[in-house]
Nanobody, 123 residues
Framework: QVQLVESGGGLVQAGGSLRLSCAAS????????VGWFRQAPGKERESVAA????????YYTDSVKGRFTISRDDAKNTVYLQMNRLKPEDTAVYYC????????????????WGQGTQVTVSS
């Protein structure tokens, strides 16, 4: 069983930055792909970014490319999402999720989810 705890959300003005953290309780964290997902009111949950368990390869949805950066520190069992040049349309609850040995950004492929952290970007 893996527990994930997100932190770092908050209220920021458009153009500002936030860094989300996802701390995991996993014995072998390096075997997990970790993804960041978000869900805005009335919308489906969407994949934002992922960092895969092998090779450290990353994925970004088109709308955040060049603005968001995902990284991981396996020694600290933590994944980060640096969000720069935030826009009002980035407003959502952000979730981190983990799946062992997966190479996917489909939410249903992830076994473990955090409780979410709210990100609000004001215009």
């Amino acid at each position: 069983q893996v527990q994930l705890v997100e932190s770092g959300g908050g209220l920021v003005q458009a153009g500002g930055s936030l860094r989300l953290s996802c701390a995991a309780s996993a014995r072998t964290f390096s075997k997990y792909t970790v993804g960041w997902f978000r869900q805005a009111p009335g919308k489906e949950r969407e994949s934002v970014a992922a960092i895969f368990w092998i090779g450290g390869n990353t994925y970004y949805t088109d709308s955040v490319k060049g603005r968001f950066t995902i990284s991981r520190d396996d020694a600290k069992n933590t994944v980060y999402l640096q969000m720069n040049r935030l826009k009002p349309e980035d407003t959502a609850v952000y979730y981190c999720a983990a799946g062992a040995y997966i190479r996917s950004v489909i939410p249903s492929d992830y076994d473990y989810w955090g409780q979410g952290t709210q990100v609000t970007v004001s215009s």
